[in-house]
């Protein structure tokens, strides 16, 4: 049925890049905002980005803010978060999350361990 599968993750030095997807698949994509979060151990989950359902208005978590870029394909189903001058601060497992009605759908979650 619904599903979220994330991609994308891996090992990075700091000062890198790497672009995460997320493949939608289940509902209705095209109707739905999208966000980015992310969690590290022993952390809080925290919201990344989010993106609205048309695209045309996106938003950041002030660390992230001006290194991240979220965005979305909705004649593909998915969506992306590029990820630029990475700092080992944005270790975590990252997680796509699709908005729909107070509870939504997770993806798995991608590991993201920036270190040199």
């Known amino acids: 049925q619904v599903e979220l599968v994330e991609s994308g993750g891996g090992l990075v030095q700091p000062g890198g890049s790497l672009r995460l997807s997320c493949a939608a698949s289940?509902?209705?994509?095209?109707?739905?905002?999208m966000r980015w979060f992310r969690q590290a151990p022993g952390k809080e989950r925290e919201l990344v980005a989010g993106?609205?359902?048309?695209?045309?208005?996106?938003n950041y978590a002030d660390s992230v803010k001006g290194r991240f870029t979220i965005s979305r394909d909705n004649a593909q189903n998915t969506v992306y978060l590029q990820m630029n001058s990475l700092k080992p601060d944005d270790t975590a497992v990252y997680y796509c999350?699709?908005?729909?009605?107070?509870?939504?759908?997770w993806g798995q979650g991608t590991q993201v361990t920036v270190s040199s």
């Open positions: 999350y699709a908005v729909r009605g107070l509870f939504g759908y």
């Open positions: 289940g509902f209705t994509f095209s109707s739905s905002a």
């Open positions: 993106i609205t359902s048309a695209g045309t208005s996106t």
